[in-house]
């Protein structure tokens, strides 16, 4: 077969994603706290950008020259004003009573620009992070403590070895035998440091395990008596609520071991989860929806989570002037310009898109945010995206990671979109949240003569015009940590005669 060159003219359709169109998309699943720090970044590197004053402050800045302000320090303010109409004075009206001396104010100015890490005359400013209280962690705790509890210098490296051994619960898994053998030491003396540490706080620290764990504990309060010993030693039972054995194995009564439980519960498994070193961060609202007067709902996006960016175009006419004769200078400036647009540009698409699916979900749910969450109506991607005219895969960025504050609570916008579970005879679908909320319900309100089964449950909600079946019933129960209809009906039943009692 011969090879040969020849010219062919072809036509296609492609689609090309530009740095700009994926960045835009970028920006649609970017927290608001992400998004801040994009855009802080892009000021910094684009001379053109700058972020948008609030209101109130223009209008502060805009008498900042000139002889309106001179007629300002001139006119008398209001409380100057009201301090005359009223009487104001703070003059000691007891004389006997001569009251604590106030320093002058270039006194306490004085004293003020002398502390480390104020204002003074150089007008350097100060971080407040220099004035919060440092974090310690479960290991600083221990650590601190060690130098009371231990005086020989070898048993306080085994302790700071076993210190570092600690995960954030404040459980130790490696075994004595293997921590020996990595410090070369017999494991009875590594035995021997690890008692003394377990008297140390928080109560439950060092244990091995979870009945180890609560066994410190009620050693601390003089509670670990043979009874209890032999509950924290069979707490497979208790997690199966078999009452009836562990009656047997304690040699207690029932009100003795509903009495035993309940000090069980007052205990920490996790004694050292109170050192966790994560921050708790408040979640803002994305959207707000309020009752409007007319009956409907008023949807508006947080201006807290919408930062605002300017092109400062007066600042480009001068610098593109006559002034700017290198090519590389005009060109960076132009395509400064350009960046500058495209991101202003950008913000407010996204603005857009958030606003149109919170108006759509709004719109969708508005028999949840009127009656309740037994309202919650079957939403899915497509159903929004579909009412929108976009694609799915937008309307899945703008819900990942945003918020809305409505009179029913904060909710993510995920939260909206739920699985629809089948009703009775082609009535309304059910959202699977809704299904497990009544489930939830109906477990709560069951009496302790009449625990309700799966079975029960399935019947309930068929006759409410559900149609699920009983292996979804178990794997939403258990989801939600319910226990089983026979260990509910024992715990319920144990109470119910306790409480007759």
């Given at each position: 077969?011969?090879?040969s060159?020849?010219?062919l003219?072809?036509?296609?359709?492609?689609?090309?994603?530009t740095p700009q169109?994926?960045?835009?998309?970028?920006?649609?699943?970017?927290?608001?706290?992400?998004?801040?720090q994009?855009?802080?970044a892009?000021?910094?590197?684009?001379p053109?950008?700058?972020?948008?004053?609030?209101?109130?402050?223009?209008e502060?800045?805009?008498k900042s020259?000139?002889e309106?302000?001179?007629d300002?320090?001139?006119?008398?303010?209001?409380?100057?004003?009201?301090?005359e109409?009223?009487?104001?004075g703070?003059?000691n009206v007891?004389?006997d009573?001569?009251?604590?001396?106030k320093?002058?104010?270039?006194?306490?100015?004085?004293?003020w620009k002398s502390m480390?890490?104020?204002?003074?005359?150089?007008?350097?400013?100060?971080?407040?992070?220099?004035f919060?209280?440092?974090?310690v962690?479960l290991?600083?705790?221990v650590s601190?403590?060690?130098?009371?509890?231990l005086?020989?210098?070898?048993?306080?490296?085994?302790?700071?070895?076993?210190t570092?051994?600690?995960?954030?619960?404040g459980?130790?898994?490696q075994?004595?035998d293997d921590?020996a053998?990595?410090l070369?030491k017999?494991a009875a003396?590594?035995?021997?440091?690890l008692?003394?540490?377990?008297?140390?706080?928080p109560?439950?620290?060092?244990?091995?395990s979870l009945?180890?764990?609560l066994a410190l504990?009620?050693?601390?309060?003089?509670r670990?008596?043979p009874a209890?010993e032999?509950?924290?030693a069979?707490?497979d039972?208790l997690?199966r609520?078999?009452?009836?054995?562990?009656k047997?194995?304690c040699?207690?009564?029932?009100?003795?071991?509903?009495?035993m439980?309940a000090?069980?519960?007052a205990?920490d498994?996790?004694?050292?989860s109170g050192?966790?070193?994560?921050?708790?961060?408040s979640v803002?609202?994305?959207?707000?929806?309020?009752a409007?007067?007319?009956?409907?709902w008023?949807?508006?996006?947080?201006?807290?989570?919408?930062p605002?960016v300017?092109?400062?175009?007066?600042y480009?006419?001068?610098?593109?002037?006559?002034?700017?004769?290198d090519?590389?200078d005009?060109?960076?400036?132009?395509?400064?310009l350009q960046?500058?647009?495209?991101?202003?540009?950008?913000?407010?698409q996204?603005?857009?898109?958030?606003?149109?699916?919170a108006t759509?979900?709004?719109?969708?749910?508005?028999?949840?945010?009127?009656?309740?969450i037994?309202h919650?109506r079957?939403?899915?991607l497509?159903?929004?995206?579909d009412a929108?005219?976009?694609?799915?895969?937008?309307v899945?960025r703008?819900?990942s990671?945003?918020?809305?504050?409505?009179p029913?609570?904060?909710?993510?916008?995920?939260y909206?979109?739920?699985v629809?579970?089948a009703?009775?005879?082609?009535g309304a679908?059910?959202?699977a949240?809704?299904?497990r909320?009544r489930?939830?319900?109906?477990?709560?309100d069951?009496p302790?003569?009449?625990?309700?089964?799966?079975?029960?449950?399935v019947?309930a909600?068929?006759a409410g015009g559900?149609?699920?079946?009983?292996r979804?019933v178990?794997k939403?129960r258990?989801?939600?940590?319910?226990p089983?209809?026979?260990?509910?009906r024992r715990?319920?039943?144990?109470?119910?005669r306790?409480?007759?009692?």
């Amino acid at each position: 077969m011969a090879l040969s060159a020849s010219l062919l003219l072809r036509q296609s359709q492609s689609l090309v994603m530009t740095p700009q169109l994926m960045q835009s998309i970028q920006l649609l699943q970017m927290t608001h706290l992400e998004l801040g720090q994009f855009i802080a970044a892009e000021v910094e590197k684009n001379p053109l950008l700058e972020f948008g004053a609030p209101e109130s402050a223009m209008e502060f800045d805009g008498k900042s020259q000139g002889e309106d302000r001179d007629d300002d320090r001139q006119r008398p303010s209001q409380t100057e004003r009201l301090s005359e109409a009223l009487d104001g004075g703070f003059d000691n009206v007891y004389q006997d009573d001569a009251g604590p001396r106030k320093a002058d104010a270039p006194e306490l100015l004085a004293q003020w620009k002398s502390m480390p890490g104020s204002l003074g005359a150089s007008g350097d400013a100060y971080d407040l992070d220099d004035f919060v209280a440092g974090h310690v962690t479960l290991k600083e705790h221990v650590s601190r403590q060690v130098p009371f509890l231990l005086h020989d210098p070898v048993e306080i490296l085994v302790a700071r070895h076993l210190t570092d051994l600690l995960d954030d619960c404040g459980y130790i898994h490696q075994g004595l035998d293997d921590v020996a053998a990595d410090l070369g030491k017999e494991a009875a003396g590594i035995e021997n440091v690890l008692h003394g540490l377990q008297t140390l706080d928080p109560p439950g620290i060092f244990a091995r395990s979870l009945g180890e764990c609560l066994a410190l504990q009620l050693r601390r309060r003089d509670r670990f008596d043979p009874a209890m010993e032999a509950l924290v030693a069979n707490l497979d039972l208790l997690a199966r609520r078999d009452f009836q054995s562990l009656k047997r194995i304690c040699g207690v009564d029932e009100e003795d071991l509903l009495d035993m439980l309940a000090e069980i519960r007052a205990l920490d498994p996790k004694p050292g989860s109170g050192f966790e070193a994560s921050a708790t961060e408040s979640v803002v609202p994305d959207v707000i929806v309020r009752a409007a007067p007319d009956g409907g709902w008023a949807i508006e996006l947080n201006p807290e989570t919408l930062p605002r960016v300017l092109v400062n175009q007066d600042y480009y006419r001068r610098v593109s002037g006559s002034a700017t004769r290198d090519e590389a200078d005009r060109t960076f400036l132009a395509e400064a310009l350009q960046s500058a647009n495209w991101l202003t540009r950008s913000l407010d698409q996204r603005a857009r898109t958030i606003m149109k699916v919170a108006t759509e979900i709004v719109r969708q749910q508005d028999a949840f945010l009127t009656h309740g969450i037994d309202h919650l109506r079957p939403l899915n991607l497509k159903m929004v995206a579909d009412a929108i005219k976009m694609h799915e895969s937008t309307v899945s960025r703008v819900t990942s990671n945003k918020y809305m504050l409505t009179p029913r609570g904060l909710f993510e916008l995920k939260y909206f979109f739920t699985v629809s579970i089948a009703a009775v005879e082609g009535g309304a679908a059910h959202s699977a949240e809704s299904v497990r909320h009544r489930i939830r319900t109906m477990i709560q309100d069951e009496p302790p003569e009449a625990v309700l089964s799966d079975d029960d449950i399935v019947a309930a909600l068929k006759a409410g015009g559900i149609e699920i079946a009983r292996r979804t019933v178990a794997k939403y129960r258990e989801a939600m940590n319910i226990p089983s209809s026979v260990q509910r009906r024992r715990e319920k039943r144990a109470l119910a005669r306790v409480t007759a009692g």
